[in-house]
Every structure is written in C-alpha cells, then in structure tokens.
C-alpha cells in the first residue's frame, strides 16, 4: 500500500502547492500595498506597521516574529530605517530564506538614489541614517522604480506566476504615469514654495516637486523640539518665511501646531504612506491627498 498512498499524498499536495500564495511581510504600508498592486491575488500581504506609528521605532512583537516565520519575501525600506527593530525580528523568526542576501529579502531603499547621504556619520545627531534618507516612498517616481525591482523579485520567488506579475506590473504602470503626469501638473504652483518640516521626513517629495525646505523643528532627527527651540525657528522665519509647516500623520501634532500658531501659517499633516488620512486609502489616494493639501496651502 505504500507506493499508492505516497502517490496519493503528492497528488493532494501538489495542486496546493502550486496556487499557494506568496506570504509577503511588509514593514511599511506603502510597500504592503504595493505588493498587492502588483500580486493582487496570487499575495497573501501582511503589513508590519500602520501610518499612524513612527517606522523608526517599532517593538518587536512575538505576533510580527510569527508573521515574518511564514513569510516567503520581506519587503522593507532598508537605508537603517528599521534598524532599531528589523534585525531583531529577522533573527528571531529563524526564517532562512528572508535573511538579508537572500531573494526572500528585499529593500525598496536600494532601488533609488539617496537624498541626504551625510558627510560625516555622528549617532550623536540623532536618527541620522549613514545610507541616506530613508523615506524615500515621498517621491512616486521613487514608488515606480520600487514596483519594476519589486516585481521582478516576485516572479523570481514564484516562477509559475510570472507572467501574471509582469502583466500585473504594466497595469499599474500604465496607470501610474498617468497619475504622476497630472500630480505634476496640478502641483507646479508649489514649485519654489518655502516650507518648514517637523521632521527631515520630506526629502523626496521636496525634490519632486521643488518646494523649498526652510526650516526644521527637530533639533536632531527623532528628537522633540523644546519651546525654546521652537521660538527659535519662529524668530528665524520672520526673516525667511514659511507657507506651511509639514509633518507626517503619525508624529506629535503639538510641535507644528504650536509654530503654525506663532508664525500665522498651516500646519498640515501628510499622509506620509497609505492609510495616513482617510483619502489615502492606497498609493493613488496617497500622492492625491498630498498635492491637494498642499495646494490649499499654497492659495
Ligand atoms: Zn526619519
């Protein structure tokens, strides 16, 4: 009977083998849904942390170790952003084929040029990162370039679905370009318009769109302003001012809401990845809802 019943056994393993999902584990919402925009059904995304929770620092949960165990690819920012919590949770899922070097792991932050790579690397500044600036999913140019490495990546992981993800990929190309074209031509009022940041959050979209960062309120980077500090940047906006002040969803709003009401100016929260704000409910949500608030800012 043994013959039969190992051939019964790989004939009911087989057809589940084959349509099982790949487990991605993103550390970030952006790159979460972007796995689905390009997986669709053929991934299975578990996304590590929400918008409202600062992505430098994360616990380590035993629920996220028992996520990233099952997972068949790890999709991260990398640049040092989860350096605080990334390493901990790769160790102890004992996960072999999501180690860093493996296929199973891959980092959006090295599929794009880094903005503010620091002369000289002192911890002492703060969360000052030695790759460059991290968060680079502010610039939806960064996000295209992400999705042509990122789906790549898939169908080397998951061969018998590559066509789909290539399909998958130019769809969302296709759609993406689009988006970016007009985000570019509803946002060239902001070229050249002088904003301050709560945190060196903003780099990219800074970049993208050419506003021009006068002022930050973090003394160094993770680190909260005091109200001396904060007058101080009020006191040097008299001179160079400022149409707004910015910071992501998920920080401390007292900060940039305490300089809007000395300078006269808005303080606006961005979404910073998707489910930020209630219109940024995936990537496309995300850059809509940022150039809107923005250009009210602007008027
Ligand atoms: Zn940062």
Request: charged share 20%.
């Amino acid at each position: 009977m043994k013959p039969f019943r190992l051939f019964s056994f790989l004939f009911a393993a087989w057809p589940v083998f084959a349509h099982a999902a790949l487990n991605v584990f993103a550390c970030e919402p952006e790159w979460g849904a972007l796995a689905t925009e390009l997986g669709g059904d053929a991934v299975k995304v578990y996304t590590a942390t929400t918008a409202m929770q600062d992505p430098h620092h994360i616990e380590a949960r035993p629920s996220l170790i028992a996520q990233m165990r099952r997972a068949n690819l790890a999709v991260c920012t990398g640049a040092e952003l989860e350096i605080g919590w990334l390493p901990v949770l790769l160790q102890q899922s004992g996960n072999a084929a999501i180690q860093p070097g493996q296929p199973g792991y891959f980092e959006a932050a090295r599929q794009v040029a880094l903005l503010e790579k620091p002369m000289v690397l002192d911890r002492a500044q703060g969360d000052i990162h030695a790759a460059g600036n991290p968060h680079v999913q502010t610039d939806p140019r960064n996000i295209a370039r992400v999705a042509q490495a990122l789906a790549a990546r898939m169908a080397e992981l998951d061969p018998a679905r590559a066509a789909l993800y290539r399909a998958r990929l130019a769809g969302f190309n296709t759609r993406w370009n689009a988006a970016i074209a007009r985000w570019q031509a509803e946002a060239a009022p902001l070229r050249g318009m002088p904003i301050a940041v709560q945190h060196l959050g903003f780099p990219y979209l800074e970049n993208w769109l050419g506003l021009k960062q006068v002022a930050v309120l973090e003394p160094k980077p993770g680190v909260a302003p005091s109200v001396g500090q904060l007058a101080d940047v009020a006191a040097r906006l008299k001179a160079t001012p400022a149409r707004a002040v910015i910071r992501a969803a998920y920080q401390d709003p007292r900060p940039s809401e305490w300089l809007a009401a000395h300078a006269g100016i808005p303080a606006i929260a961005l979404p910073f990845t998707v489910g930020g704000s209630a219109r940024a409910g995936d990537l496309f949500g995300l850059f809509d809802d940022t150039v809107d608030q923005l250009l009210r800012a602007a008027r």
